[in-house]
């Protein structure tokens, strides 16, 4: 019965106490993090004059769509949400593509200065991301390039995270599979396509997450780079539209366009939640 989670040993008392103690944190966990957002779902259904009722309700009594047509019908959401998604892909695959070439070398070449160049890479985590904010504002103005995709998914299209992230991936492949792609007539570049990189898929999946979620949620820089509908992202589209509104704008208008911004991170999560786990089991880990 060795490894039958029914047999005796597997309900042992100090175990069992162990076990139900976890999924009691998990469970505490789970409703503390999941209760605000449903609420802010189900605030989004509910009339007008039940979101201020007392004692509050969870669930209205005539739930309805009113404050999602609001939102689409008074407000450039559709712009926002369709340039949000371009410059959050094509951030996300830029930096999965430059992350994954820096790493590689990294990770599976032994060069003069490569202790130097990972220690100089490694570094930039401690450079604020706002410092660079003005001189690339800058150097962005002087060829035109400000308000428009280029600029806002171009410079966050590298990290430091990533290369180290992958690095600790590709680390882990074994050598000898290597050597043996190499025997069998395969360059670094086949290797590196066919190979590494279908190995380390939870690595790249773990990078994309990250960098899809930070693109999408980043507020500061749009906020700078933007000064039009058809580039500004959701962030900072709500962000003029709650101050421009003001304390007029209804509770379920507000929390319907806040919906909208979260839902497409939450889905994507789920999505690549199974790879995403591998990764963060696997980082670090060699052999």
């Known amino acids: 019965m060795q490894g039958n989670p029914f047999s005796r040993a597997a309900w042992k008392p100090a175990e069992f106490g162990g076990r139900a103690g976890l999924y009691i944190l998990l469970v505490v966990v789970a409703v503390l993090w999941g209760a605000p957002l449903m609420w802010m779902i189900v605030t989004s259904i509910k009339p007008e004059s039940e979101i201020y009722a007392y004692p ?13 047509g609001a939102v689409f019908q008074r407000f450039p959401m559709l712009d926002w949400f369709r340039n949000s998604t371009v ?3 094509i951030t996300t695959l830029l930096t999965l593509a430059i992350d994954a070439l820096a790493a590689y070398p990294l ?13 100089v890479i490694f570094a930039t985590f401690l450079l604020p991301y706002e410092l660079l904010f003005v001189p690339l504002f800058l150097g962005l103005n002087s060829f035109g390039l400000v308000d428009s995709w280029f600029s806002l998914s171009v410079p966050a299209s590298a990290n430091a995270f990533g290369v180290f992230l992958l690095t600790q991936f590709f680390q882990a492949v074994p050598k000898e599979l290597e050597e043996a792609a190499v025997l069998d007539g395969c360059s670094r570049l086949g290797f590196f396509l066919r190979i590494l990189l279908p190995l ?4 790249l999946a773990t990078v994309a997450i990250f960098t899809f979620v930070a693109s999408w949620n980043n507020f500061f820089w749009p906020l700078i780079a933007t000064n039009s509908d058809e580039t500004r ?3 900072v589209g709500l962000a ?21 911004a979260t839902l497409p991170t939450a889905l994507f999560f789920l999505v690549m939640q199974r790879h995403f786990v591998r990764g963060i089991a696997a980082t670090g880990v060699k052999g």
Do not use: C, H, N
């Open 87 to 89: 410059v959050a892909t």
């Open 240 to 260: 003029t539209l709650v101050g421009g509104a003001g304390m007029s704008m209804k509770q379920s208008v507000l929390m319907a366009s806040s919906v909208v």
């Open 200 to 203: 380390t898929k939870p690595g």
């Open 107 to 119: 990770a599976r070449m032994d060069f003069r200065g490569r202790r130097a160049i990972m220690s």
């Open 56 to 68: 509050p309700k969870w669930w209205p009594d005539a739930p309805t769509l009113e404050a999602y």
């Open 233 to 235: 992202t959701l962030p």
